[in-house]
Structure formats: structure tokens, C-alpha cells
């Protein structure tokens, strides 16, 4: 934690949760289409809509990643971090306005569609940008800690997200929300400061490199890395959550708790992780993560997770492997990248990965997917473990983070 006593370190940690926080996800929109049905649309319209809504981010999601990619490249990390922070302001509000003022928010869904691509538009610079920005000003030992601990604060904005989605009705939750977006200014008043204040010390700059040719490989596996974090994030909802319920007969109590209890466990095994890297090789650690991940996965069917405390202690088993390939994956993305536009290549090779990953889920999971089927083992989670382990075995040598 001791990143986080540095004024600049702490603004953009808190920056990266609130962001995270303001990102307009599933939970926001699974709200709205369950409390606005009508009986003027058919049954499928909700399924049709999401279909619609998860092409439109997926397209969002790449188009923000190109354009903050090239920006941050043209411009440097701070005016980037403006036009992000004056979009979460800009998009948040109007979600708020939406909210307030819509008698019956199922006849304005294509306004919240087109509001979700501009907020969706911002997401892949929330997490990346400002980790690239600090692991270019520290040293190479402390990249896996940045990395962990930015990702920790993204998985905090998004357990928040989630509390506040399920707590709160959707203009109380939209007020919140406002209110975060609004905080996020407020920081980057006193963020921008700071960084004027460095970049202008005769003892920080960052030098800009000549850009110099990447290998396929290398930008195939910052891609494979991005789909196994995107799998991961979302296995739960798309996968593990259904099965759960339909086949299991969880009762959502036990739903619920486990849940939480792989959030926790993530953020704890995060830290963990992190500090076991100062001592392991971060590319075996997380090969054996990938290893225990696939088999984690494939032992659900075989585990009787309708016994509560059994459910709870797979999601925690789940999240300790998960956690061990998070903590070094950002720091192994920007080593990767750091001789070659690592703002442009290290944002859109990340994020077209966790895209598709998203994407994937979508048709093949039971209730959305086009199957209708539980595929526990054909999931994106699992075949991105499996090509990504592939192409980390073929690399001769990893990049060393400690």
C-alpha cells in the first residue's frame, strides 16, 4: 500500500474506482429492462434488446480503445484523462436526467442505448491509461503492485456498482451514480494539479520512444490475457449464476453471498498475489493460475454446490486463481508494449480481447445464449485460458516484472 501514500498515486486510484463506478454495466440495464416491461412488446423484445445492446458495446468498447489509444499517444495521459473524466460527468448526468424525467423508461430505451455506447466508449481507458502512465514512472519492480492494486480499485467501482443497483430504485441509484461522475472532477481538478506540478520538475519526464515493429504473438497475447480477465469477470452472471439456480436450485440468499464472497476474496488474493510476485516468476505463476482456473471450471459439475457453505468455498476457490493470473497481467501487458506505443498498443489489444470475451458470452450462455444451453466448458473463460496458455508456452521468454 505504500503507492498509495503518494497524492498523485491516491488521486488516480480513486479516480479509477469512481470510474469504474460511473460505467454503465449489465446489472444497470438488466434493472431497467425488469422494472419497465410492458405488454405491448412481446416476449423476446427483452432478449432481442440485449443482443442489440451487447453488438453495441462491443463496437463501443473497440472504438474507445482505438481513439483513447491514439489520443494518449498524441496528446500524453493527462489530457486524455480530461476528455474520460468530462465524459463520465457528461454521460453520468444525463443518465440521472433520463431517469428523473421518464414516465415509462422501456418507450426511451434506444436514448439509453445511444447513451450507453458513449459511456461504454470511455471504459477501456478507465483501467489501462492511468496504469501505463504510472508504470512508465516507476520502476520496473513495482509494475505488478500498480497493476494490482488499480485492478482492485476497478473491482471495488464495480461491487459498488452492483450494491447500489440492487439497494437503491433505478433515480436513486442514477442520482448516486450522477454524484460519483461529479466526484471524478472534482479529483482530476486536484490530479491535474499535481501532475503540472511534476511533469514541470526537472526530475520527471518520461521520454517518448520511436515507434518500432511488434511481433503477431505478442499482440495476440495481450488480446488472449484481455479475453481470459473479460471471462472472468463475467463467468459468474453468464455461467455460474444460471447453473446455479436452474440445475443446483441454489436459493438467491446463498446466490447473493457468493457473489460477494468471490469479490472479497478477489480483492484479498489480489494483494496477495501481488507481494508472492515480488518472490515467484509471474509468467509460471500465472501458467499454474491458468491451470487452475480450467480446472476449477470443469470440477463444477462434478462438485455438489447446492450445499450452501460448498457454493461459497467454489467461488473463493475460483477467485484465488483468478486473482493469481489479475495481479501480474496489466504489468505483463505493458512490458510487452513499453518500447511501442504502449498507451495505444497495450489499451486495444487488452480490450479487443475482454470485448470478445464479453461478446462470446453473451451467445453462449443459457437464458441469452443462442444454444440454450449450460456450456460449463465451453465458455470463453475456458477457451481463452486454454489458447492463451498455448501461446504463453510457445514464448520463448516473458518479460521479467521483478
Excluded at 496504469?131 to 461491487?159: D, E, Q
Excluded at 518520461?206 to 515507434?211: A, L, V
Amino acid at each position: 500500500m505504500q503507492l498509495l501514500r503518494n497524492p498523485r498515486d491516491l488521486c488516480i486510484f480513486l479516480g479509477v474506482l469512481l470510474q469504474s463506478l460511473c460505467s454503465i454495466k449489465l446489472v444497470w440495464l438488466n434493472d431497467l429492462l425488469t422494472k419497465t416491461s410492458s405488454a405491448s412488446f412481446s416476449l423476446s423484445y427483452p432478449v432481442i434488446f440485449l443482443y442489440i445492446w451487447s453488438m453495441t458495446t462491443f463496437i463501443s468498447r473497440v472504438t474507445g480503445g482505438y481513439i483513447f489509444g491514439k489520443y494518449a499517444e498524441a496528446r500524453g495521459f493527462l489530457a486524455a484523462q480530461k476528455i474520460l473524466v468530462l465524459g463520465y460527468v457528461l454521460t453520468t448526468f444525463l443518465f440521472f436526467l433520463c431517469c428523473a424525467y421518464a414516465t415509462h423508461l422501456h418507450q426511451i430505451r434506444p436514448m439509453i442505448l445511444i447513451l450507453v455506447y458513449f459511456n461504454v466508449l470511455l471504459f477501456p481507458a478507465t483501467l489501462i491509461l492511468p496504469a501505463v502512465y504510472l508504470m512508465k514512472c516507476y520502476s520496473t519492480s513495482s509494475h505488478v503492485k500498480i497493476g494490482a492494486l488499480l485492478i482492485l480499485a476497478s473491482v471495488l467501482g464495480y461491487v459498488l456498482s452492483y450494491i447500489i443497483a440492487n439497494e437503491y430504485n433505478t433515480q436513486k441509484m442514477s442520482l448516486i451514480i450522477c454524484g460519483a461522475g461529479l466526484l471524478c472532477g472534482i479529483i482530476y481538478f486536484f490530479e491535474k494539479k499535481i501532475l503540472q506540478q511534476l511533469e514541470e520538475s526537472a526530475h520527471f519526464q518520461i521520454k517518448k520512444r520511436k515507434k518500432i515493429s511488434q511481433s503477431y504473438k505478442e499482440k495476440f497475447l495481450a488480446t488472449l490475457v484481455g479475453g481470459v480477465c473479460g471471462a472472468g469477470m463475467t463467468h459468474n452472471y453468464f455461467f455460474i449464476e444460471p447453473y446455479a439456480l436452474n440445475v443446483s436450485i441454489i436459493n438467491a440468499h446463498t446466490l447473493k453471498v457468493g457473489y460477494i464472497s468471490f469479490y472479497i476474496a478477489i480483492g484479498v488474493f489480489l494483494l496477495l498475489a501481488a507481494k508472492a510476485c515480488d518472490y515467484l516468476d509471474h509468467g509460471k505463476l500465472m501458467i499454474r493460475s491458468l491451470f487452475g482456473i480450467l480446472l476449477t471450471v470443469a470440477s463444477l459439475k462434478i462438485l455438489d454446490i447446492s450445499i450452501n457453505h460448498l457454493y461459497v468455498a467454489y467461488q473463493v476457490v475460483f477467485a484465488f486463481f483468478f486473482a493469481g493470473f489479475l495481479a501480474p497481467s496489466s504489468a505483463l501487458i505493458f512490458s510487452l508494449f513499453k518500447e511501442n506505443q504502449p498507451f495505444f498498443n497495450s489499451i486495444i489489444w487488452y480490450y479487443l480481447g475482454l470485448s470478445f470475451s464479453y461478446l462470446t458470452g453473451y451467445f453462449l450462455s443459457n437464458g441469452l445464449g443462442i444454444f440454450q444451453q449450460y456450456f460449463l466448458f465451453v465458455t470463453p473463460l475456458a477457451l481463452s485460458c486454454v489458447l492463451c496458455l498455448i501461446v504463453m508456452k510457445s514464448i520463448k521468454k516473458i518479460p521479467q516484472l521483478n
